[in-house]
T-cell receptor, first 113, second 114 residues
Framework: DADVTQTPRNRITKTGKRIMLECSQT?????MYWYRQDPGLGLRLIYYSFDVKDINKGEISDGYSVSRQAQAKFSLSLESAIPNQTALYFC????????????FGEGSRLTVL | GQQLNQSPQSMFIQEGEDVSMNCTSS?????WLWYKQDPGEGPVLLIA?????ELTSNGRLTAQFGITRKDSFLNISASIPSDVGIYFCAGGMNYGGSQGNLIFGKGTKLSVKP
């Protein structure tokens, strides 16, 4: 089983719908992240959390919200999806002692029609 | 915000060729990293560099932390088909007690020559 698991892997939805992407990890890391990948734009940070009570906005947080339900779970929500949120979304984890080493999930491809 | 310029954006490789790519920044970083993303998967860390001038190898991959701390280079020797994918550079600042978030380049896509 993957150390960082994302669900769903693929989702097609309509404009205005609420969508939740979930992430769970078995690595025991305190730090969790949500990134967005668009062709030609690389990886951009949406939100990050250094522990259960710590939530921080990243570079592109507008239109998104997150919840850290437990050390192992970090979910990303789109309250009212719009077409330009169509992208590949990645959850990642890291250990404080290994700066820069992120462990990514396999990604969730979201299409907003 | 900070940006990393990664080049080339894409390249085609023929098995056996050496490959070079680089990443430049307008800001100084004290950590440079290189990730690879295989099709349908998340990025995986290849090499981490923590000191200006450092040269580090991982099999056929060699990466260097530029002496100015504003650039980094990745070389792949004797490429093989499984080297195809997207390579991302990332820069960050680690002050020990304070760790900045990584800034990622836009990626270099390696494909096989038709």
């Amino acid at each position: 089983d993957a150390d960082v698991t994302q669900t769903p892997r693929n989702r097609i939805t309509k404009t205005g719908k609420r969508i939740m992407l979930e992430c769970s990890q078995t690595k025991g890391h305190d730090r969790m992240y949500w990134y967005r990948q668009d062709p030609g734009l690389g990886l951009r940070l949406i939100y990050y959390s250094f522990d259960v009570k710590d939530i921080n906005k990243g570079e592109i947080s507008d239109g998104y919200s997150v919840s850290r339900q437990a050390q192992a779970k970090f979910s990303l929500s789109l309250e009212s999806a719009i077409p330009n949120q169509t992208a590949l979304y990645f959850c990642a984890t890291s250990d404080t002692r290994s700066y820069g080493e992120l462990f990514f999930g396999e990604g969730s491809r979201l299409t907003v029609l | 915000g900070q940006q990393l310029n990664q080049s080339p954006q894409s390249m085609f490789i023929q098995e056996g060729e050496d490959v070079s790519m680089n990443c430049t920044s307008s800001s100084i970083f004290n950590t440079w990293l290189w990730y690879k993303q295989d099709p349908g998967e998340g990025p995986v860390l290849l090499i981490a560099l923590y000191k200006a001038g450092e040269l580090t190898s991982n099999g056929r991959l060699t990466a260097q932390f530029g002496i100015t701390r504003k650039d980094s280079f990745l070389n792949i020797s004797a490429s093989i088909p499984s080297d195809v994918g997207i390579y991302f550079c990332a820069g960050g600042m680690n002050y020990g007690g304070s760790q900045g978030n990584l800034i990622f380049g836009k990626g270099t896509k390696l494909s096989v020559k038709p």
